[in-house]
T-cell receptor, first 108, second 116 residues
Framework: GEDVEQSLFLSVREGDSSVINCTYTDSSSTYLYWYKQEPGAGLQLLTYIFSNMDMKQDQRLTVLLNKKDKHLSLRIADTQTGDSAIYFCALVRGKLIFGQGTELSVKP | ETGVTQTPRHLVMGMTNKKSLKCEQHLGHNAMYWYKQSAKKPLELMFVYNFKEQTENNSVPSRFSPECPNSSHLFLHLHTLQPEDSALYLC???????????????FGPGTRLTVT
Protein backbone atom coordinates (compact mmCIF):
# COMPACT_ATOMS: atom_id res chain seq x y z
CA GLY A 1 0.00 0.00 0.00
CA GLU A 2 0.86 3.69 -0.03
CA ASP A 3 3.16 5.17 2.60
CA VAL A 4 0.42 7.52 3.81
CA GLU A 5 -3.24 6.74 3.28
CA GLN A 6 -6.39 8.76 3.71
CA SER A 7 -9.99 8.28 2.73
CA LEU A 8 -10.86 10.51 -0.20
CA PHE A 9 -14.14 12.09 0.93
CA LEU A 10 -15.92 13.17 4.09
CA SER A 11 -19.25 14.95 4.31
CA VAL A 12 -20.60 16.54 7.49
CA ARG A 13 -23.32 18.97 8.54
CA GLU A 14 -22.45 22.47 9.69
CA GLY A 15 -21.93 22.51 13.46
CA ASP A 16 -20.98 18.83 13.67
CA SER A 17 -17.48 17.58 14.40
CA SER A 18 -15.34 16.28 11.52
CA VAL A 19 -12.74 13.58 11.98
CA ILE A 20 -10.22 13.07 9.20
CA ASN A 21 -8.09 9.96 9.48
CA CYS A 22 -4.66 9.05 8.21
CA THR A 23 -2.64 5.84 8.46
CA TYR A 24 1.03 5.50 7.68
CA THR A 25 3.65 2.79 7.43
CA ASP A 26 6.90 4.49 8.47
CA SER A 27 7.01 5.54 12.13
CA SER A 28 10.39 7.28 12.03
CA SER A 29 9.03 10.75 11.31
CA THR A 30 9.77 13.27 14.05
CA TYR A 31 6.87 15.47 13.01
CA LEU A 32 3.49 14.69 11.46
CA TYR A 33 1.58 17.43 9.71
CA TRP A 34 -1.88 18.45 8.60
CA TYR A 35 -2.18 20.76 5.61
CA LYS A 36 -5.34 22.36 4.19
CA GLN A 37 -5.92 23.22 0.55
CA GLU A 38 -8.81 25.50 -0.33
CA PRO A 39 -10.10 25.61 -3.92
CA GLY A 40 -7.70 27.40 -6.25
CA ALA A 41 -5.05 27.76 -3.58
CA GLY A 42 -1.86 26.10 -2.46
CA LEU A 43 -1.44 24.08 0.72
CA GLN A 44 -1.50 25.81 4.07
CA LEU A 45 -0.01 24.27 7.19
CA LEU A 46 -2.77 23.82 9.76
CA THR A 47 -0.97 22.16 12.60
CA TYR A 48 1.66 19.58 13.41
CA ILE A 49 2.44 17.18 16.22
CA PHE A 50 5.70 15.86 17.55
CA SER A 51 5.99 12.09 17.40
CA ASN A 52 6.46 11.88 21.18
CA MET A 53 3.01 13.42 21.79
CA ASP A 54 -0.37 11.70 21.80
CA MET A 55 -2.55 14.74 21.43
CA LYS A 56 -2.36 18.39 20.52
CA GLN A 57 -5.21 20.89 20.73
CA ASP A 58 -5.31 24.20 18.91
CA GLN A 59 -8.64 26.04 19.19
CA ARG A 60 -11.15 23.98 17.14
CA LEU A 61 -8.49 21.52 16.00
CA THR A 62 -7.47 18.38 17.89
CA VAL A 63 -4.75 16.11 16.58
CA LEU A 64 -4.53 12.57 17.92
CA LEU A 65 -1.56 10.33 17.31
CA ASN A 66 -1.66 6.58 17.95
CA LYS A 67 1.88 5.43 17.33
CA LYS A 68 1.11 1.78 18.03
CA ASP A 69 -1.52 1.68 15.29
CA LYS A 70 0.32 4.24 13.11
CA HIS A 71 -2.81 6.32 12.98
CA LEU A 72 -3.15 10.10 12.91
CA SER A 73 -6.41 11.99 13.06
CA LEU A 74 -7.58 15.57 12.82
CA ARG A 75 -10.77 16.55 14.58
CA ILE A 76 -12.46 19.83 13.69
CA ALA A 77 -15.03 20.91 16.24
CA ASP A 78 -18.11 22.94 15.23
CA THR A 79 -17.33 22.52 11.53
CA GLN A 80 -18.18 25.53 9.39
CA THR A 81 -18.78 25.86 5.65
CA GLY A 82 -15.46 27.69 5.46
CA ASP A 83 -13.76 24.48 6.55
CA SER A 84 -14.68 22.86 3.21
CA ALA A 85 -11.34 22.00 1.63
CA ILE A 86 -8.94 19.14 1.00
CA TYR A 87 -6.93 18.06 4.04
CA PHE A 88 -3.56 16.36 3.68
CA CYS A 89 -1.60 14.53 6.30
CA ALA A 90 2.14 14.38 5.79
CA LEU A 91 5.17 12.91 7.46
CA VAL A 92 8.87 13.13 6.92
CA ARG A 93 11.11 10.49 5.44
CA GLY A 94 14.00 12.53 4.10
CA LYS A 95 11.33 14.71 2.51
CA LEU A 96 7.66 15.41 3.08
CA ILE A 97 5.45 12.45 2.12
CA PHE A 98 1.81 13.40 1.62
CA GLY A 99 -1.37 11.37 1.64
CA GLN A 100 -3.84 11.64 -1.23
CA GLY A 101 -5.93 14.19 0.64
CA THR A 102 -9.43 14.01 2.11
CA GLU A 103 -12.02 16.29 0.57
CA LEU A 104 -14.22 17.66 3.35
CA SER A 105 -17.65 18.88 2.31
CA VAL A 106 -19.66 20.83 4.88
CA LYS A 107 -23.38 21.07 4.24
CA PRO A 108 -25.45 23.91 5.76
CA GLU B 1 3.78 41.14 -2.08
CA THR B 2 4.09 38.57 0.66
CA GLY B 3 4.39 34.82 0.88
CA VAL B 4 4.95 32.64 -2.15
CA THR B 5 3.71 33.78 -5.55
CA GLN B 6 3.49 31.84 -8.79
CA THR B 7 2.96 32.94 -12.36
CA PRO B 8 1.14 32.24 -14.52
CA ARG B 9 -1.84 30.87 -12.61
CA HIS B 10 -3.11 29.04 -15.69
CA LEU B 11 -1.23 27.82 -18.74
CA VAL B 12 -2.36 25.92 -21.82
CA MET B 13 0.39 24.70 -24.09
CA GLY B 14 0.83 22.38 -27.02
CA MET B 15 3.20 19.45 -26.91
CA THR B 16 5.79 21.26 -29.03
CA ASN B 17 5.78 24.51 -27.05
CA LYS B 18 8.38 25.77 -24.60
CA LYS B 19 7.19 27.67 -21.57
CA SER B 20 8.39 28.51 -18.07
CA LEU B 21 6.73 28.62 -14.69
CA LYS B 22 7.94 31.18 -12.18
CA CYS B 23 7.93 31.11 -8.40
CA GLU B 24 9.01 33.86 -6.03
CA GLN B 25 9.14 33.83 -2.25
CA HIS B 26 9.30 36.90 -0.04
CA LEU B 27 9.89 35.05 3.22
CA GLY B 28 13.67 35.01 3.37
CA HIS B 29 13.70 31.23 3.08
CA ASN B 30 16.67 29.20 1.89
CA ALA B 31 14.95 26.16 0.40
CA MET B 32 12.49 25.98 -2.50
CA TYR B 33 10.53 23.08 -3.96
CA TRP B 34 8.52 22.07 -7.01
CA TYR B 35 5.62 19.67 -6.56
CA LYS B 36 3.21 18.12 -9.04
CA GLN B 37 -0.38 17.65 -7.92
CA SER B 38 -2.56 15.36 -10.02
CA ALA B 39 -6.17 14.57 -9.25
CA LYS B 40 -6.67 12.04 -6.43
CA LYS B 41 -2.94 11.32 -6.17
CA PRO B 42 -0.49 12.29 -3.45
CA LEU B 43 1.65 15.32 -4.06
CA GLU B 44 4.80 14.37 -5.91
CA LEU B 45 7.99 16.15 -4.98
CA MET B 46 9.89 16.98 -8.16
CA PHE B 47 12.87 19.14 -7.23
CA VAL B 48 14.46 20.68 -4.17
CA TYR B 49 16.86 23.59 -4.04
CA ASN B 50 18.73 24.43 -0.86
CA PHE B 51 20.77 27.64 -0.88
CA LYS B 52 20.42 27.68 -4.70
CA GLU B 53 21.87 24.19 -5.05
CA GLN B 54 19.73 21.36 -6.36
CA THR B 55 19.64 18.69 -3.71
CA GLU B 56 16.88 16.45 -4.99
CA ASN B 57 15.60 15.32 -8.36
CA ASN B 58 12.91 12.71 -7.97
CA SER B 59 13.44 10.91 -11.28
CA VAL B 60 11.71 13.70 -13.13
CA PRO B 61 11.77 13.47 -16.95
CA SER B 62 14.22 15.80 -18.64
CA ARG B 63 11.38 17.69 -20.33
CA PHE B 64 11.11 19.46 -16.95
CA SER B 65 14.14 21.62 -16.23
CA PRO B 66 14.41 23.64 -12.99
CA GLU B 67 16.44 26.77 -12.47
CA CYS B 68 17.18 28.61 -9.24
CA PRO B 69 19.11 31.84 -9.91
CA ASN B 70 18.87 32.96 -6.28
CA SER B 71 17.20 31.81 -3.08
CA SER B 72 14.09 33.90 -3.79
CA HIS B 73 13.32 32.73 -7.32
CA LEU B 74 12.63 29.34 -8.82
CA PHE B 75 11.72 28.48 -12.39
CA LEU B 76 10.45 25.34 -14.07
CA HIS B 77 11.21 25.27 -17.79
CA LEU B 78 8.90 23.06 -19.83
CA HIS B 79 9.43 21.64 -23.32
CA THR B 80 7.87 18.88 -25.42
CA LEU B 81 5.44 17.96 -22.66
CA GLN B 82 2.92 15.14 -22.82
CA PRO B 83 -0.81 15.32 -22.06
CA GLU B 84 -0.23 13.31 -18.86
CA ASP B 85 1.88 16.21 -17.60
CA SER B 86 -1.31 18.24 -17.18
CA ALA B 87 -1.57 18.97 -13.47
CA LEU B 88 -1.31 21.66 -10.82
CA TYR B 89 2.32 22.60 -10.24
CA LEU B 90 2.98 23.91 -6.77
CA CYS B 91 5.99 25.80 -5.55
CA UNK B 92 6.90 25.86 -1.86
CA UNK B 93 9.61 27.29 0.33
CA UNK B 94 10.93 26.63 3.82
CA UNK B 95 13.47 28.15 6.15
CA UNK B 96 15.82 25.24 5.55
CA UNK B 97 15.82 21.99 3.67
CA UNK B 98 14.24 18.98 5.33
CA UNK B 99 16.47 17.43 7.92
CA UNK B 100 17.04 20.61 9.88
CA UNK B 101 14.28 21.12 12.39
CA UNK B 102 10.63 21.70 11.55
CA UNK B 103 9.59 21.06 7.99
CA UNK B 104 7.03 23.79 7.71
CA UNK B 105 6.64 24.61 4.06
CA UNK B 106 4.80 27.58 2.61
CA PHE B 107 3.05 26.94 -0.66
CA GLY B 108 2.18 29.16 -3.56
CA PRO B 109 -1.26 28.98 -5.22
CA GLY B 110 0.03 26.85 -8.07
CA THR B 111 0.00 26.96 -11.85
CA ARG B 112 -2.76 24.92 -13.50
CA LEU B 113 -1.08 23.43 -16.59
CA THR B 114 -2.99 21.87 -19.45
CA VAL B 115 -1.06 20.17 -22.24
CA THR B 116 -3.03 19.75 -25.46
Amino acid sequence: GEDVEQSLFLSVREGDSSVINCTYTDSSSTYLYWYKQEPGAGLQLLTYIFSNMDMKQDQRLTVLLNKKDKHLSLRIADTQTGDSAIYFCALVRGKLIFGQGTELSVKP
Amino acid sequence: ETGVTQTPRHLVMGMTNKKSLKCEQHLGHNAMYWYKQSAKKPLELMFVYNFKEQTENNSVPSRFSPECPNSSHLFLHLHTLQPEDSALYLCASSQAFLGQGSYEQYFGPGTRLTVT
